[in-house]
């Protein structure tokens, strides 16, 4: 059963360039982990600063799992960049789905 996410995230003012450059250049295990979790059509979207991001998932994602080291790795290089909690996650906010065509 595909599941669908929604989120957005927000960045720093004069790092549109630097962010899109980052994920133009995503680290192959970053890739390689997302599919191996499940995680396929996965989208990030800008309009000014504020970041929209879609994935879609093959199953739901394992609940009580601890996040992946890769993944706080990538957190922390892109925290320069983007809004972050303190433990350099990014602060995300859920986007209600309203209307989906399939």
Do not use: C
Request: proline letters at 10%; a negative charge; charged letters at 30%.
């Amino acid at each position: 059963m595909t599941t669908r996410h929604a989120f957005v995230m927000k960045l720093k003012p004069g790092n549109e360039a630097i962010y899109k450059k980052k994920h133009d250049e995503i680290w192959p295990e970053m890739l390689e982990m997302m599919r191996r979790d499940g995680v396929h059509n996965y989208s990030i979207y800008r309009h000014g600063l504020l970041l929209f991001g879609y994935l879609e998932r093959d199953r739901p994602a394992p609940a009580g799992k601890p996040t992946d080291p890769l993944i706080w790795k990538w957190w922390e290089m892109m925290a320069p960049y983007m809004e972050t909690n303190p433990d350099f996650s990014p602060v995300q906010e859920p986007v209600e789905e309203m209307f989906h065509l399939d």
